[in-house]
């Protein structure tokens, strides 16, 4: 079947404007992820959304950062006012439910972003 | 804080199995250990965990020590598709924040 998909896979863009990365998770996931990797770094977590609860967004690194998930389906991650140091790869994971230790996550491909 | 130590590269041959350690001396009780992948350009890819016993699937064989306080992750017969970045990590079963470190480095030669 179909695994996660992430749109734009590049975006380039100038500091100051706002960006919009779009995640398509598998069907009937309803955990949804999103992370940042900068070059050569590991994996941050941003936010995670789980069915119709309240999200987690502890890992949002400020308040130019925001998600939104409709039901179980699309994501986005908006970033308002982009600066530089937002350049890295934006990865968008899914699974079935969060909880327990079989929750594997299935990553989508990401969308690098680049401001510039 | 870093809960888990990897060498950051090694190098295996085609064919031949690719031993991956893991340190992680810290490890608690509840604590699993996981495995992840990352191909270059893709996204990160689950490859197995395990708690105390060893475990296999299709990808990997996970052999844990007695202590708990490493780990190994084989790669059976390497192939040139399994150069990656490999992140070992430890976490209870219910958190869902994957937290990476920079991983080895694993280069499949010819």
């Known amino acids: 079947g179909a695994g996660v998909s992430q749109s734009p896979s590049n975006k380039v863009t100038e500091k100051g404007k706002d960006v919009e990365l779009r995640c398509d998770p598998i069907s009937g996931h309803t955990a949804l992820y999103w992370y940042r990797q900068r070059l050569g770094q590991g994996l941050e977590f941003l936010i995670y959304?789980?069915?119709?609860?309240?999200?987690?967004k502890s890992g949002l690194p400020s308040d130019r950062f925001s998600a939104e998930r409709t039901g179980e389906s699309v994501s986005t991650l908006t970033i308002q006012r982009t600066q530089q140091e937002d350049s890295a790869v934006y990865l968008c994971?899914?699974?079935?439910?969060?909880?327990?230790?079989?929750?594997?996550?299935?990553f989508g491909p990401g969308t690098r972003l680049t401001v510039l | 804080d870093a809960k888990t130590t990897q060498p950051p590269s090694m190098d295996c041959a085609e064919g031949r199995a690719a031993n991956l350690p893991c340190n992680h001396s810290t490890i608690s009780g509840n604590e699993y250990v996981y495995w992840y992948r990352q191909i270059h350009s893709q996204g990160p890819q689950y490859i197995i965990h395990g708690l105390k016993n060893n475990e296999t699937n299709e990808m990997a064989s996970l052999i844990i020590t007695e202590d708990r306080k490493s780990s190994t992750l084989i790669l059976p017969h390497a192939t040139l598709r399994d150069t990656a970045v490999y992140y070992c990590i430890v976490r209870v079963g219910y958190d869902y924040k994957l937290s990476f470190g920079a991983g080895t480095t694993v280069t499949v030669r010819a």
């Open positions: 959304f789980q069915g119709n609860s309240a999200p987690d």
């Open positions: 994971a899914s699974s079935l439910t969060s909880g327990g230790a079989w929750n594997e996550q299935f």
